[in-house]
């Protein structure tokens, strides 16, 4: 079993920045990738940012590219989130998810998710 916790989430003026960071707690992660995702009110989950563990390859999603970094702690079990130049359109949920699965802009590739964090940007 695999325990995600995050913390760094609030609220920000646009243009500020944040840096969310996700735990894995109990032994060292040993899955494939941890990711986030987010989710704003009335929206579907959407893929955000991604790092595989063993080779740090990272992927991002469209709306975040160039703006967010996602990076790893390899001794801490630990990812975090950089989020720079923040839009009240990334405002949401913002969840980790570790995956055992390659397919891992995919949601369905990810079977712990954390209990999410709130991410508020105001205009």
């Known amino acids: 079993q695999v325990a995600l916790v995050e913390s760094g989430g609030g609220l920000v003026q646009a243009g500020g920045s944040l840096r969310l960071s996700c735990a894995s707690s109990?032994?060292?992660?040993?899955?494939?990738?941890m990711g986030w995702f987010r989710q704003a009110p009335g929206k579907e989950r959407e893929f955000v940012a991604a790092?595989?563990?063993?080779?740090?390859?990272?992927f991002y999603g469209d709306s975040v590219k160039g703006r967010f970094t996602i990076s790893r702690e390899l001794a801490k079990s630990t990812v975090h989130l950089q989020m720079n130049s923040l839009k009240p359109e990334d405002t949401a949920v913002y969840y980790c998810?570790?995956?055992?699965?390659?397919?891992?802009?995919?949601?369905?590739?990810?079977?712990?998710w954390g209990q999410g964090t709130q991410v508020t940007v105001s205009s």
């Open positions: 790092i595989t563990w063993s080779a740090g390859n990272t």
């Open positions: 109990g032994r060292p992660f040993s899955g494939y990738a």
């Open positions: 998810a570790a995956a055992y699965r390659y397919y891992i802009t995919e949601a369905s590739s990810y079977a712990y």
